[in-house]
């Protein structure tokens, strides 16, 4: 019996030891992402408000600011083209950073092209204000 008793208390105690050992690796897996957070920030209302304005001074087409994202290597802003039902993506990984995508076809005709003119045109202005976040 007491051999027994010894064994059992020694399982518990290499229980508890693994217990303790996965917490551990829980909090630094925590402490990770924490950390990866921190590297990302989210606009201000009065930061937001000033894109929604500019993009919509910029391009001629009503717009959505769907997301808008600052992290330490990248900026990255998403939004719609409504009525078009068009997303387009802002990045600041690719010297050329602008994405278009549609879930119907696009016609380009005159008025189309004359949008993506305006789009590409307001991603210039809009990777050189932003640069700067970068590289701060």
């Not at 016609?107 to 789009?119: R, S, V």
């Amino acid at each position: 019996m007491i051999n027994n008793s010894g064994q059992q208390y020694d399982d518990m105690k290499k229980f508890i030891g693994l217990m303790k050992e996965q917490q551990s690796q829980s909090n630094i897996k925590s402490k990770r992402q924490q950390l990866l957070n921190e590297d990302e920030r989210d606009l201000t209302d009065i930061e937001l408000q000033t894109e929604r304005d500019e993009l919509g001074n910029a391009v001629s087409k009503p717009v959505d600011i769907i997301s808008f994202k600052v992290y330490s290597d990248n900026i990255e802003m998403v939004f719609k083209l409504i009525k078009e039902d068009i997303e387009v993506t802002f990045s600041m990984d690719d010297p050329e950073g602008l994405y278009i995508t549609s879930r119907e076809i696009i016609q380009l005709n005159n008025n189309m092209l004359q949008t993506f003119q305006e789009l590409k045109s307001y991603y210039d202005i809009w990777s050189e204000k932003w640069g700067d976040e970068l590289s701060a």
